[in-house]
Every structure is written in structure tokens, then in C-alpha cells.
């Protein structure tokens, strides 16, 4: 329960702390990103119905343009939507697959606390195997009360622990950025809604 309690406290700081701080008016312009999804994938992370609009990066290649939006052109505020399905592959937190892919994602993080620059962490479909029957029609018939239970919990804990660990496995410096530059959104408003090809109801 105590880390339970530390996840929920975490995430709650993180929020706040990020609501209040006040970004340089210079800084403002914000980007849409698919870093994490793209080293992943380019690291050989298997993500079956991943979208296609992304492309294999290095990480050299992720710094590099880094330096270049933040350091050059001040672009101070980012956002990743990473699909469920890199967030954790396996339904076992510690199993390889999953150790390896917490790994390469703390190195993205790592160029974005480097920069000490804004990102909201966003997450979206498709979901891993484990998390839904469909991996991209997510939301269950309406009256499916177990199978929301289920969603919901998968869900919340797969982000909260990742989180956790992140915040666990780095130094005080990143620590503080993850206190006071990262935003945790739970869902993206892309995927919030299932597409006309999923059933919502009888």
C-alpha cells in the first residue's frame, strides 16, 4: 500500500507542480512528438498496429534535433503519445520485454530533462494484448461492467508503475524535472472515442 500511496502522491504533485509554473512567454510554442514510439520501434520493440506515421530514430538523432527546437528556436513544450502496447508489451511488469523497453523510454525522458524543457506524456491506442481483447477497440460494450473494471485497471496501473519507476530508477536532477516539467495524460483526445469501426453498444 505504501507504494500505492506514492504513485497517487507522485502523480498528483506532478500535475500541480506543472499547472503552476509559468512558462516564459518566449517558450510557449509548443510540438506534437513521436520520439518514444520511434526508438522503440527502431530499438526492436514489437508493437503490432502501431501508427504508421512514424520513423526509425537513434537516440543521436532525437538529441540532436533537440538541440536544435529548444537550444536554437526556444521550443520549450512537447508532447509524446505513446501507445499502450510500448508501455508495456507484457503483462508481467518485470519481464524482459518490459525491462528493456523502460529502459530505452527513460533515455528519450533523459534528453527531455536534459533540455529541462516541458512534456506532456500522453498515451493512446493501440493497447497491448494483455490490456483489451481488441488492441484498438478499446472501450467495451456499455454493459460490459467487467470488462471497464478491467480496462481501467490495466490502464492506471501500467501507467502509475512505469511512472513510479522512472521517477525511482533517476538521479535528484531528473527527479526534479519529473516533479516540475512533466504532465501526465492519462488517455490523448485522439483515442478517447472509439472510431466508427468499433462497436460501442448492442
Known amino acids: 500500500m505504501a507504494t500505492h500511496r506514492f504513485v497517487a502522491v507522485m502523480l498528483i504533485a506532478i500535475v500541480q507542480n506543472v499547472a503552476a509554473v509559468s512558462i516564459p512567454d518566449d517558450w510557449k510554442v509548443g510540438l506534437n512528438e513521436m520520439w518514444l514510439a520511434e526508438y522503440l520501434v527502431a530499438s526492436g520493440i514489437p508493437c503490432k498496429d502501431c501508427p504508421g506515421n512514424v520513423q526509425n530514430r537513434t537516440l543521436a538523432e532525437l538529441t540532436c534535433r533537440m538541440k536544435d527546437l529548444a537550444g536554437n528556436q526556444h521550443i520549450g513544450v512537447y508532447r509524446e503519445i505513446l501507445p499502450?502496447?510500448?508501455?508495456?508489451?507484457?503483462?508481467?511488469?518485470?519481464?524482459?520485454?518490459?525491462?528493456?523497453?523502460?529502459?530505452?523510454?527513460?533515455?528519450?525522458?533523459?534528453?527531455?530533462?536534459?533540455?529541462?524543457?516541458?512534456?506532456?506524456?500522453?498515451?493512446?491506442?493501440?493497447?497491448?494484448?494483455?490490456?483489451?481483447?481488441?488492441?484498438?477497440?478499446?472501450?467495451?460494450?456499455?454493459?460490459?461492467?467487467t470488462g471497464w473494471e478491467t480496462l481501467k485497471n490495466s490502464m492506471s496501473w501500467s501507467i502509475a508503475n512505469f511512472t513510479n519507476w522512472l521517477y525511482r530508477s533517476q538521479g535528484a536532477e531528473t527527479q526534479e524535472w519529473m516533479a516540475t516539467h512533466l504532465l501526465v495524460e492519462p488517455f490523448n483526445e485522439f483515442d478517447n472515442v472509439n472510431d466508427a469501426n468499433c462497436k460501442l453498444s448492442d
Open 84 to 145: 499502450l502496447s510500448l508501455l508495456q508489451p507484457d503483462a508481467d511488469f518485470d519481464s524482459a520485454l518490459n525491462q528493456r523497453a523502460r529502459m530505452l523510454l527513460a533515455e528519450v525522458f533523459s534528453v527531455y530533462a536534459d533540455f529541462n524543457v516541458y512534456l506532456v506524456f500522453a498515451f493512446g491506442r493501440p493497447a497491448p494484448a494483455w490490456m483489451s481483447p481488441s488492441t484498438w477497440c478499446l472501450v467495451p460494450l456499455i454493459n460490459d461492467t
